[in-house]
């Protein structure tokens, strides 16, 4: 009896022959892109360097498509980008020691986000590996060290025959669920020799899918069946899997109340009976949570932003779906479940009977009139008047990212994406410069759809030089800069915890005259013209820049 894993596809004639006689000036850098371009790559992003010309030199003698930004962790929040729109891992190419290291906040935000990213960094010659001070250009004593504890996994190549297999393994690590950055290095001169190994063909390198265990299921379809006040807390792991319609399914079939978290934006429709939309820091919210006597949480840990800064103390069973392991019950006791959301979604699909409730509706409307009045009681109207502007500018299906900005803050909460997949923003990790580099990631990604970019003027200040990569790509992003002449959000804190501010205010330049001098078109706009501005930018192809001077604030928190 033959088995399955007995076959093995033997090389016909012609690929015989071509294994034997490889063309000839290759490089270790072409077995990179070969493997890249066999596991169905087609873009990479990244920026060159002395230790890493290997790789770029055979970028020109491959089919795939180069963005090159002009700071690395920019190409990483672009790659991350890339990899949250397509589902796909995007190729990062980057240099030794400095560049590789300037990556490190945009795989801290790719790891939080699980967004899909393959880092494949040069290294010093094999002779100075090992942790000698040898004095090499850039020479960091153990440079995988420093991507340990970011990255998913990390890769490490000696020879040009482990390059294949080496990204190949990353590659299935980065896709396995939760999605997430890692980390490849290869010395320069394994680059740079040249190579008589045979061109790499198509790769193998599919994830194993996570399925819930059954037993599990069965319990929480009981559970969930004969509960009398469920509700549901969406995150970023049912985007991430591309579960929306099964969600949507489930708390349709059970009359389940569903709240989104900041990372699950666009999870659920926004303006459905049954949705709670995403107003997780008020505590009107919080209260109907903790009053869930079952509780399914989907796709999220319940960390700090989804669990209003550790105040949630629920009350009820827990019920947690989710596909990081380290995940589970991390911050309350549950029924883990560890599983891909959608797997996990589709056997409560399959299990559980049909409930009705025909009081969640009216639960979910005097939730959200509670939170509605709170909001009202604060003279906010300027603020809820540009989220507002913004969403009416922005085509449907556009993409948003949002940078750690005070309208960012607004808009995790009040800003409705409408779809799933559209909004992005910056909080898995927090750091500042997240949101430009990411649109012209997405762009890159998607050319048929405007992509959106917001910031506030000091994280533009992260970014000003990827305005000259929008313009050499010509991709289509509109960056709406928030001016408020500092950073406004940490002044709010600092003058809110001790009195005053301290270093919080920025001299800054005149961004409609610094973006034109890029050749990239700008606007000053007003609170009153935004909508119109705005639209007429993401209306135009190509960059562009709208500058908003606002001085913004953010609804009073509900958790001190």
Do not use: C
Not at 175 to 180: E, M, N
Not at 202 to 208: G, Q, V
Not at 387 to 403: I, K, M
């Amino acid at each position: 009896m033959t088995h399955d894993h007995d076959l093995v596809l033997r090389p016909t004639a012609a690929q015989t022959t071509a294994a034997l006689n490889p063309p000839a000036g290759r490089n270790g850098g072409d077995l990179v892109v070969e493997t890249l371009t066999g596991l169905g790559a087609t873009t990479v992003f990244g920026l060159p360097g002395q230790h890493a010309l290997g790789m770029f030199d055979a970028l020109r003698r491959s089919a795939l498509r180069y963005v090159g930004l002009r700071v690395e962790n920019n190409a990483g929040f672009a790659a991350d980008a890339y990899g949250r729109i397509t589902g796909e891992a995007a190729p990062l190419l980057l240099s030794t020691g400095p560049g590789a290291l300037m990556s490190l906040a945009a795989l801290q935000e790719a790891a939080a986000a699980s967004a899909p990213v393959l880092a494949i960094g040069s290294q010093i010659p094999v002779a100075g590996l090992g942790g000698g001070r040898h004095g090499y250009l850039h020479e960091l004593r153990d440079q995988q060290a420093s991507f340990r504890d970011v990255v998913k996994s990390v890769h490490t190549v000696r020879t040009q025959s482990q390059i294949p297999s080496a990204i190949a393994a990353a590659w299935e690590s980065a896709l396995t669920a939760p999605h997430g950055p890692v980390w490849v290095e290869i010395p320069q001169d394994v680059l740079l020799a040249e190579t008589t190994l045979p061109v790499v063909t198509a790769m193998d390198a599919t994830p194993e899918d996570i399925a819930p265990r059954p037993e599990l299921t069965a319990v929480a379809a009981h559970l969930l069946a004969n509960a009398e006040r469920p509700a549901i807390i969406a995150g970023g792991g049912v985007v991430r899997s591309d579960a929306s319609g099964k969600l949507l399914a489930l708390a349709e079939r059970l009359d389940i109340p569903v709240v989104t978290t900041f990372g699950g934006k666009g999870a659920f429709p926004w303006e459905h009976p049954l949705s709670l939309q995403s107003w997780l820091e008020d505590r009107h919210t919080t209260d109907f949570l903790e009053d869930a006597d079952v509780l399914l949480v989907i796709g999220s840990g319940l960390g700090e932003l989804s669990s209003n800064y550790h105040t949630f103390a629920p009350r009820g069973r827990v019920i947690q779906i989710e596909a990081d392991a380290g995940k589970l019950e991390s911050n309350h006791p549950a029924l883990g479940i560890h599983a891909d959301a959608r797997l996990a979604l589709q056997a409560l699909l399959e299990t559980v009977p049909e409930r009705t409730d025909p009081t969640a509706p009216e639960r979910v409307s005097a939730v959200l009139a509670k939170v509605r009045d709170r909001i009202a009681a604060q003279d906010l109207g300027l603020e809820q008047r540009i989220v507002a502007a913004v969403r009416a500018a922005l085509p449907e299906r556009a993409p948003s990212f949002w940078d750690m900005t005070i309208l960012a803050y607004w808009a995790w909460s009040a800003f409705d994406a409408r779809h799933p997949n559209t909004m992005h923003s910056a909080q898995g990790a927090g750091g500042l410069g997240y949101g430009f580099p990411a649109a012209l990631g997405a762009a890159a990604a998607d050319p048929s759809q405007p992509v959106l970019a917001v910031s506030g003027d000091g994280g533009a200040m992260y970014s000003i030089a990827e305005l000259a990569t929008a313009k050499q790509y010509g991709l289509d992003v509109t960056w709406l800069i928030v001016d408020d002449g500092g950073y406004g959000i940490l002044r709010e804190y600092m003058t809110g915890a001790f009195g005053e501010a301290t270093g919080t205010e920025l001299s800054r330049p005149d961004f409609v005259a610094l973006s034109e001098s890029f050749g990239v078109p700008a606007t000053l706009t007003t609170p009153e013209t935004l909508t119109t501005d705005l639209a007429k930018a993401l209306a135009t192809p190509g960059p562009s820049v709208v500058v908003l001077p606002a001085l913004l604030r953010m609804f009073e928190p509900t958790h001190l």
